[in-house]
């Protein structure tokens, strides 16, 4: 199925296009008509992949989503094996925060599309969905760290997972420059010690 | 001065006007000529008052946080005295989170605000010195406790107090339905029971 194989590489090289011009102007900026320019094709042509703003950003998050879940995925092989669950849950807490290149972009992109999603009810859905997926992810680590007699069997899975998901807090205040990566990442750390502790 | 306190007066009922334009339609459909309209006041007025729809959002943003202080200081005076600082930050870390009826429109604007200010230096500046206040005022609060035997003295205050800024993480997962109000404060009383617990 070339032609397939054509369309997905097209809306990825236009996801890309999205990226550069979120980093460098910023998400007001990103038009259609600014993005099909940075892509190298027509507007016509952008329309025939997106047909919307809203969508393209869609897509762009889906990409960005996928490549992170790639990145983890490697992080995750580079560990000892089977891993420490306090190592796993490291790795995906660390590849959420702004500490790459490109996570400037992404950091941007995400920020609109949280506050794209306050009004648009489908956008709203997709980023439901994958904020619960990623949520169900780390409540089964945590349960199975708690099984495996990893963390305390007296606490609440639940709120733990919610205080895991909470450190993405740790984003807007990288983004903003009030703290340093190396704060996140000791913040982090800290976190997941006292997590971890052994029963007192 | 009466001139003076008419144009504070307006500057806030223009301030109001955004956010129930915000709140009914997002902050991508809040444009100077729609906050005139909701406002009632001409295009022409609303450019007096504000040059831009970034003043407009920066100075919607200082009214936002002067409002929450207030309603900081009136919990806290409710407190038995002198409170317990467990308290204190219990008090400021719920009043930071999306559980009233107006707040929905407050973290509509404050996304929008983080998002703009990414690309505006003026912005940038000024939600910085907030934070960074913000944050001062937490970092004392810690030294406090630790000073008066609340919080176990081998802590790290920095690390701390990055740990409960951290805690505004929960308030995309509010808004957008991912978790529930009392999800939230079960998840913040945890990390304030683990923060104050005594030593072992």
Known sequence: MPKQVDHHERRE?????LWRVVDQHGWARATMREVAREAGVSLGQLQHYFSSRAEMLAF??????????????????SLDQPP?????LRVVLTEMLPL???SRATSRMNAAYVLE??????LRQQIGLGLRDGRAMIETLIREAM????IRSDCDPIIETDLVLALTGLVPLL???????QAALAAIDQHLD???APAS
Chains 1, 2 share one sequence.
């Open 175 to 181: 983004d903003l420059d009030v703290i340093e990566p």
């Open 100 to 102: 790459r290149p490109d």
């Open 60 to 77: 762009a998050m889906e990409f960005a989503s996928e490549q992170t879940s790639r990145r983890v995925s490697r992080s995750l092989r």
């Open 147 to 150: 099984s495996q007699g990893h």
């Open 13 to 17: 090289s236009i996801a890309h296009a």
């Open 117 to 122: 999603a306050m009004h648009d009810p489908s």
């Open 194 to 196: 006292r997590l971890f």
């Open 84 to 88: 420490h669950p306090r190592d796993v």
